[in-house]
């Protein structure tokens, strides 16, 4: 019974033999019921018949009981004391109403020279001076009727159970053979084999359909397993270096250092290395904590503010490097639900990455602008811009750029963008400059309350 093509088989048989067993009770309903009425009409017309004319009613009850060579036809004439004048009914049917109806009720009769005792269908009429005439008609029709139905059926039971058998094993064959190959693919998925994938038919029915989302599914596992591999090979490497530079000055400044100041640059030196590895270690932490959501205080924030904050903090640098560093805001914006900090987080990576590829001369746009449904926070350079290939890399932790590699960083400040832009349902987008560098684009959706 846990096999799936036997479960499967017992189950539709069951179902057949419910199905022909409910149609073959119609049948007989419905024909017993037409056969019950066609009688019961003709009794009632034969009974009239006969009480129309008292004078004839007993030549009406002889003729109707002669009338049929298969003794099926009864009648009787009976006097007012229930003796009885004509007919083959030796005496009234006990509980007969006198209303002229068929009912079916038990009685006596006469066949040839034998008394019976049957069921019969009789409908009674009373006769002036109290005498009462009786028409009637055996059971025997609407008995065969019955019988005939659960012979027809009984016979056609094991061929149908076998057949509605077969067939059920037929099927769940079919869909055995579909979970087989669905189990090996799973198999070998669970062994290690990660580009693995379920078969897919081409009638996209529900197997289909399932095998295509558990697919999507493991594309996705796939991927992020990828991420995995690929960030922990970028914090080794990146861990590598700077522990590496700190052992050499620890056996250096252990070897070489003469006094007390030079102790102080190496250790100096090394907590500049330690703070590196400790501010790349949090940002993967915090893009983490981020991209599960774990971050929940928000709150009503206000983007043009948050904007014109970014840009006096990130003032200096730019007049330091001589690049122009501009802020245009719309007024009237309304406020998104937000976390403020975050916000302003992701805006100053955004101008800390402009301004560091920008060259002197040139110029950081940062645009505040109202759109359908969101607010839009832009970021534009004046840079070498990226190609349109790594418009999507840029995003991933610890890429960079081929413009990036000569310039100090981790690749995490863009990929902890792209979580604070997740963590707010904003739509993140990067598109070249009109001043030639890149334009990067966060958009967040306006509150319902404050849509127009």
Not at 19 to 33: G, P, S, V
Not at 375 to 381: K, L, M, P, R, T
Not at 419 to 430: E, V
Request: charged content about 25%; proline content about 4%.
């Amino acid at each position: 019974m846990r096999s799936t093509t036997l479960r499967w088989a017992l189950g539709i048989a069951a179902w057949s033999v419910l199905l022909a067993l409910t149609m073959f009770a119609f049948i007989y309903w419905q024909t017993a019921a037409y056969l019950r009425e066609e009688l019961a009409e003709t009794l009632r017309l034969e009974v009239r018949a006969a009480a129309a004319d008292p004078a004839a009613t007993a030549l009406r009850v002889d003729t109707w009981t002669a009338m049929d060579p298969h003794a099926r036809h009864y009648g009787g004439l009976f006097g007012p004391g229930g003796t009885r004048r004509a007919g083959n009914l030796d005496a009234m049917p006990d509980g007969l109403p006198r209303d002229g109806d068929a009912y079916r009720v038990g009685a006596t009769v006469e066949v040839g020279t034998r008394r019976l005792d049957d069921e019969i269908w009789a409908a009674a009429l009373p006769l002036p001076g109290g005498g009462t005439v009786v028409i009637a008609h055996d059971t025997d029709d609407i008995d065969r009727v019955r019988v005939t139905t659960l012979r027809a059926f009984g016979l056609g039971l094991v061929p149908m159970l076998a057949l509605s058998g077969l067939g059920g094993i037929l099927l769940a064959r079919r869909a055995r053979e579909r979970l087989a190959a669905t189990e090996a693919a799973l198999d070998e998925v669970m062994r290690g084999n990660l580009g693995k994938r379920l078969p897919v038919g081409q009638r996209n029915d529900e197997f289909d359909r399932l095998a295509a989302n558990v697919n999507r599914m493991l594309d996705e596992i796939e991927r992020l397993m990828g991420e995995v591999r690929s960030v922990g090979d970028a914090v080794a490497h990146d861990l590598r270096t700077p522990l590496t530079r700190l052992r050499a000055r620890l056996e250096r400044s252990r070897a070489q250092a003469k006094t007390v100041e030079e102790f102080h640059e190496a250790i100096d030196q090394g907590l500049t290395w330690i703070d590196q590895t400790l501010a790349m270690v949090t940002a993967v932490l915090r893009i983490g904590e981020m991209q599960e959501g774990r971050r929940t205080a928000f709150g009503p924030t206000d983007l043009g503010e948050l904007a014109a904050n970014a840009v006096d903090f990130f003032e200096p640098v730019a007049e330091e490097k001589g690049i122009s560093l501009t802020l245009a805001a719309a007024s009237g914006l309304p406020v998104i639900q937000g976390d403020r900090d975050l916000c302003f987080e992701a805006l100053s990576n955004l101008l800390d990455n402009a301004l560091k590829f920008t060259p002197q001369g040139g110029e950081v746009r940062v645009r505040v602008s109202r759109g359908p449904d969101a607010v839009v926070v832009a970021v534009e350079d004046s840079g070498p811009g990226l190609l349109p290939s790594e418009h999507e890399k840029v995003f991933q932790r610890f890429y960079r750029a081929e413009a990036a590699r000569q310039n100090p960083g981790n690749g995490l400040g863009l990929s902890l963008v792209a979580a604070i832009a997740k963590l707010h349902d904003a739509r993140l987008g990067i598109h070249d400059s009109e001043a030639g560098g890149c334009r990067f684009e966060m958009a967040f959706a306006i509150a319902a309350e404050h849509r127009v």
